[in-house]
């Protein structure tokens, strides 16, 4: 009797043992998209692989200081400054749209659209996150106290970005993306209508809320050989509800179209102390 007692209790156990296997698996993580790659749409100065959520509102204030040159009168830069104000709205979490005017020389506003195409998987299956950034920039001034003359044709820019990313483990991920700047209005005969570059940058987690965060943008084509890559080093502290970034660089441009193809540190090295400016931005969503 104690035989077929025991092949029955044997018998039930694996039957539960198969249902308990069973039950994880069904309740383990699928293929998940990777998360957070970077906590901001900005990796510094440029954009990130990150889009806004469906239904969420994005508003970035970004300002630029004067240079570190300008001395102690001017308290190093910090008496003069450049402001840019952004929205950005989520249509969808893979479709954003946004709008953006910027106080530099022109007075340009932009439109923009990101478009993520790729997104890095935790099961390694999709090795990387991609999107698309196409923007379309329009000098607001028309010439008036200017030293040129802008015809509505030579008011127009526009960038076109294919961000590559990838969040090797919770404290490092990386970013290339290969640029391409059409401008109309070019400071040198030499420099091209097409330009095109790279962005490389990247975020290193410090703390639970802390990382450090950089990127250089050389440009290797159309450009002329007096113009520096943009650079810039920051960290980003986030808050609660937004992200506070706070960098230096060398770039006194806030739209991407000049700062990648007009960035002028004179005669010293691209990242001299003379020639940087404090910089910050502030992004902050609102779900509507």
């Known amino acids: 009797m104690k035989a077929p007692l025991t092949l029955l209790a044997l018998c039930a156990g694996l039957t539960y043992a ?8 069904t309740a383990a993580p699928s293929n998940e998209p ?15 692989v990150e889009t806004t959520q469906k239904g969420v509102l994005n508003m970035c204030i970004s300002h630029r200081f004067g240079q570190y040159e300008s001395g102690s009168d001017n308290l190093y830069g910090l008496d003069f400054g450049h402001i840019r104000l952004g929205l950005d ?9 946004g709008f953006e005017r910027s106080t530099n020389t022109g007075k340009p506003i932009d439109l923009f659209l990101k478009q993520r195409l790729l997104r890095q998987t935790t099961s390694g299956d999709m090795p990387v996150s991609l999107t698309w950034y196409a923007a ?35 404290d490092l ?14 400071p040198y005969n030499n420099d091209g209508e097409v330009s095109l570059g790279v962005v490389f940058g990247g975020r290193y987690k410090l703390a639970q809320r802390v990382a450090i965060t950089a990127e250089t ?46 960035t002028k540190t004179g005669s010293r090295t691209a990242m001299d102390i003379n020639t940087l400016a404090l910089g910050f931005n502030i992004t902050r969503g609102y779900a509507l």
Not at 18 to 23: G, K, N, R, W, Y
Not at 89 to 97: E, L, M, R, W
Not at 139 to 166: H, M
Not at 223 to 232: F, G, K, M, Y
């Open 18 to 25: 198969q249902d308990l296997d069973a039950a994880l698996e």
């Open 34 to 48: 990777v998360m957070a790659t970077f906590k901001s749409i900005r990796l510094v100065q440029s954009q990130s």
């Open 89 to 97: 709205y989520g249509i969808s979490d893979y479709t954003n749209v």
């Open 136 to 170: 379309g920039f329009m000098t607001t001034q028309t010439g008036a106290g200017l030293d040129y003359d802008l015809t509505f044709e030579r008011r127009l820019s526009s960038v076109n970005q294919l961000i590559v990313a990838r969040k090797f483990n919770s």
């Open 173 to 186: 991920s990386l970013e290339i993306s290969p640029t391409m700047v059409t401008r109309q209005l070019r």
């Open 217 to 262: 943008t050389p440009m290797v084509y159309g450009t002329n050989i007096n113009w520096d890559p943009a650079c810039a080093i920051g960290m980003d502290i986030e808050t609660g509800g937004h992200v506070f970034q706070l960098f230096i660089s060398n770039s006194q441009w806030l739209s991407e179209d000049r700062m990648y193809t007009q």
